[in-house]
């Protein structure tokens, strides 16, 4: 185990000057956070801005058809989402303020109430990594608790996009997502310069404990990347190649997500 604690013990002193002292009456929505297979960590991806209703109607029965956890789909498709899945237990996940998290607060606050509304079970929102990488750490407050606050008791992870960001600010997001409410932190879009690392998870881990859950998501190809990243601490994976990773045909190929 990695010794965490200078950069947890800096992630603390930078939240609390921007905040104060934690509240210890924080709620969160309690998520799914473990299962007996793979299968049930894992949620089915298709963020792509090329896919067509079929793409998602077919995420969808793969997703019911293998036990996965959820389907992780863009706010357009929740409601096909939704539908497709009613008889289900697989969940939907929506992603908002994707891929940058650069959008207005209340604009992602709004799309995040329109998803709730639509269908949608969980929220992966990303982070504002500008407002982080900026020293806004009470903007990067508000604009996760904006989204808890919008989700109305559903699940919201926060996809910090660790790529972008150094240990410190790792940590500091960690932070935040816990005071906010958040039921999870993510690592990645799976859309920017890298994806999910053993070591990022460890870090996560490390500084939620057992009150979140963590995700890994982003370049997550095989069975043995999934695996590698549940054993430094994931509660759930993030995937589109997710029938091949369950299988333990997946070749490396795939759009990384």
Same mark, same amino acid.
């Given at each position: 185990?990695?010794?965490?604690?200078?950069?947890i013990?800096?992630?603390?002193?930078?939240?609390e000057?921007?905040?104060?002292?934690a509240?210890n009456?924080v709620?969160?929505?309690?998520?799914?956070?473990d299962?007996d297979?793979?299968?049930?960590?894992?949620d089915?991806?298709?963020l792509? =801005?090329?896919?067509?209703? !079929?793409a @998602?109607?077919?995420?969808c029965?793969?997703a019911? +058809?293998?036990?996965? %956890?959820?389907? /992780?789909v863009?706010?357009?498709?929740?409601?096909?989402?939704?539908?497709s899945l009613?008889?289900?237990?697989?969940?939907v996940c929506?992603?908002?303020g994707?891929?940058?998290?650069?959008m207005?607060?209340?604009?992602k606050?709004a799309?995040?109430?329109i998803?709730?509304?639509?269908?949608?079970?969980?929220?992966d929102?990303?982070?504002?990594?500008?407002?982080m990488?900026?020293?806004?750490?009470a903007?990067?407050y508000e604009?996760?608790?904006?989204v808890?606050?919008? =989700?109305?008791?559903?699940? !919201?992870? @926060?996809?910090?996009?660790?790529?972008?960001?150094? +240990?410190?600010?790792? %940590?500091?997001? /960690?932070?935040?997502?816990?005071r906010?409410?958040?039921?999870?932190?993510k690592t990645?879009?799976?859309?920017s310069?890298?994806?999910?690392?053993?070591?990022?998870?460890e870090?996560m881990r490390?500084?939620?404990?057992?009150?979140?859950g963590?995700?890994?998501?982003?370049?997550?190809r095989t069975?043995e990347?999934?695996?590698?990243?549940?054993?430094?601490?994931?509660?759930?994976v993030?995937a589109?190649?997710?029938?091949?990773?369950?299988?333990?045909t997946?070749?490396g190929d795939g759009?990384?997500?």
């Amino acid at each position: 185990m990695s010794d965490f604690s200078e950069i947890i013990s800096a992630a603390n002193a930078a939240v609390e000057q921007a905040l104060g002292p934690a509240a210890n009456d924080v709620t969160r929505a309690q998520a799914k956070r473990d299962s007996d297979d793979l299968a049930g960590r894992i949620d089915h991806t298709l963020l792509k =801005a090329d896919a067509t209703q !079929v793409a @998602v109607e077919q995420l969808c029965a793969e997703a019911a +058809d293998n036990g996965f %956890a959820s389907v /992780c789909v863009n706010t357009r498709w929740v409601p096909l989402a939704a539908e497709s899945l009613r008889n289900s237990d697989a969940m939907v996940c929506t992603v908002v303020g994707f891929p940058l998290g650069a959008m207005a607060r209340r604009a992602k606050a709004a799309e995040t109430a329109i998803a709730v509304e639509e269908g949608a079970d969980e929220i992966d929102m990303v982070l504002d990594v500008g407002g982080m990488l900026s020293g806004d750490l009470a903007g990067v407050y508000e604009d996760i608790l904006g989204v808890v606050d919008a =989700a109305a008791g559903r699940p !919201v992870k @926060v996809i910090l996009e660790t790529c972008l960001l150094n +240990d410190v600010q790792k %940590a500091a997001a /960690c932070l935040l997502s816990d005071r906010a409410g958040a039921a999870y932190v993510k690592t990645s879009t799976g859309m920017s310069t890298g994806g999910a690392t053993a070591a990022d998870i460890e870090l996560m881990r490390t500084v939620v404990g057992d009150a979140l859950g963590v995700k890994a998501s982003g370049g997550i190809r095989t069975r043995e990347d999934a695996e590698t990243m549940i054993a430094a601490g994931a509660d759930r994976v993030g995937a589109s190649a997710s029938v091949a990773i369950v299988a333990g045909t997946a070749s490396g190929d795939g759009d990384g997500y």
